[in-house]
């Protein structure tokens, strides 16, 4: 028996031995458990999920069946016998993303404090997780092909809870939209009023560069950005990013403006010197990309592959090298 115990324990610790070294040497799994650096990605990270996970799946299904209160099965098992299975191909949701989702929650009571968006980002992911779980529930019964067993009785139900899961999160998501958006907003102007009132402009400035990048950058994840797909241009609206573009430009031409003026930069109180190549490359880069966004191809084929090199990820890419180099000079 001493014997055994001491199998199952030396077996046990190469086991977890095993894991440890898959996981440390599997980059691609330590990518995708990475946990957000901040309060601000974790919530901005909703609007991914929900467009790519749920979303997507809803149209594929809503294009085949229909999105009326009850599900037209007659339709459903014509669509069914001419493809010889499900036309709709749903994507199950993965582990690695509940996980993802379930992480927020960790953020919710932590600074900075925003008392409308933290109320609704407990809602949403609760919703978003329910969400999951349907998804995947319809993603089994159709793959499995359970209809032919309960002839599309449970279909009919999927079908209406689904309408329902979709109608909630929406009115959930744009409510929390409206409220995140207000609220760090106002943040953003607490912050950059201190800079101007400390005569720290030299940050102000630099500051403003930031934010004005990454009003874009959360305009593009609203929009449904990912480096999966690329369709979420489509729902542009082009007067508005060409206004988000203009402000981003206008901001940093004012930065480089106050950074080369000598008269300036001796007048701040309380100097500190917000300058260095890499971030006036960077934010020079996200300047240049920006007229190109808008003429990414719709061809999926070719999108995915050029995926490494395409403009978006190459935007989302400059921003966090600019933000990196924003807080190096604080190190």
Do not use: W
Request: aromatic share 16%; hydrophobic share 35%; glycine share 2%.
């Amino acid at each position: 028996m001493l014997e055994k115990n001491y199998f199952f324990m030396g077996f046990s610790f190469t086991s977890i031995i095993m894991i440890v070294i898959f996981i440390l040497f599997n980059t691609s799994f330590l990518e995708k458990v990475r946990i957000y650096e901040n309060k601000d990605e974790a919530y901005e990270s909703i609007n991914k999920y929900i467009i790519d996970d749920v979303y997507y799946n809803a149209n594929h299904y809503f294009n085949c069946v229909g999105s009326n209160e009850e599900l037209d099965t007659e339709i459903l098992k014509q669509a069914i016998e001419k493809n010889s299975s499900p036309p709709f191909k749903m994507k199950p949701v993965e582990m690695i993303k509940y996980i993802k989702v379930k992480r927020i929650k960790h953020f919710i009571g932590k600074t900075p404090l925003y008392t409308e968006s933290d109320l609704y980002m407990q809602e949403l992911i609760i919703e978003l997780i329910a969400s999951y779980d349907l998804i995947n529930e319809m993603y089994s019964y159709y793959e499995n092909n359970e209809y032919e067993q309960d002839d599309f009785a449970a279909a009919k139900e999927l079908h209406q809870e689904l309408i329902y899961k979709i109608n909630k999160l929406s009115d959930l998501l744009e409510k929390f939209n409206l409220a995140y958006h207000k609220e760090y907003n106002e943040k953003i102007i607490r912050c950059l009023e201190e800079y101007k009132s400390n005569g720290h402009l030299s940050n102000y400035y630099a500051y403003r560069c930031l934010n004005s990048a990454n009003e874009i950058r959360r305009y593009m994840i609203e929009k449904g950005f990912s480096p999966e797909r690329n369709d979420y241009i489509l729902g542009f609206d082009e007067e508005e990013f060409s206004n988000l573009c203009k402000a981003f430009r206008t901001a940093c031409k004012e930065y480089e403006r106050y950074i080369n003026d000598s008269e300036s930069i001796k007048s701040e109180s309380n100097f500190v010197f917000i300058s260095s190549p890499e971030l006036s490359q960077s934010l020079q880069n996200m300047e240049d990309i920006l007229p190109l966004i808008p003429e990414i191809t719709v061809e999926h084929e070719m999108y995915e592959s050029n995926r490494k090199s395409a403009i978006d990820d190459m935007f989302f890419d400059y921003y966090e090298l600019a933000v990196s180099e924003y807080y190096k000079i604080f190190e």
